[in-house]
Nanobody
């Protein structure tokens, strides 16, 4: 089970850190991903991290967002800086047992509930 948290309302230019806590199994060897879905749009890939710490990002957030993990806490984070109104969306975390650059929704077997991020202009 994955539990995302940390969303909220922030002004443009601000920062938020999302957390995704895993329970029920150890996800330390899993690839963990972050996606988001804005109203009326498809869910899109944001970032992922494999067990070794290698990270991958969508071009739209590269340089602004940073994904990290604390395997001891079974938790993955998404640090979001320089937020823009277009970052407003529901953010989801996901996990899959494969070690690879996974960017599609269908790549992931486990999903958390979303956390709302709203960026005001």
């Amino acid at each position: 089970q994955l539990q995302a948290s940390g969303g909220g309302l922030v002004q443009a230019g601000g920062s938020l850190r999302l957390s995704c806590a895993a329970s029920g199994r150890t996800f330390s060897s899993y690839t963990m991903g972050w996606f988001r879905q804005a109203p009326g749009k498809e869910r899109e890939f944001m970032a992922s991290i494999i067990w070794s710490g290698n990270t991958f990002y969508a071009d739209s957030v590269k340089g602004r967002f940073a994904v990290s993990r604390d395997n001891a806490k079974n938790t993955v984070y998404l640090q979001m800086n320089s937020l823009k109104p277009e970052d407003t969306a529901v953010y989801y975390c996901a996990a899959d047992s494969r070690v690879a650059r996974l960017t599609r929704m269908s790549d992931y077997d486990y999903w958390g509930q979303g956390t709302q991020v709203t960026v005001s202009s």
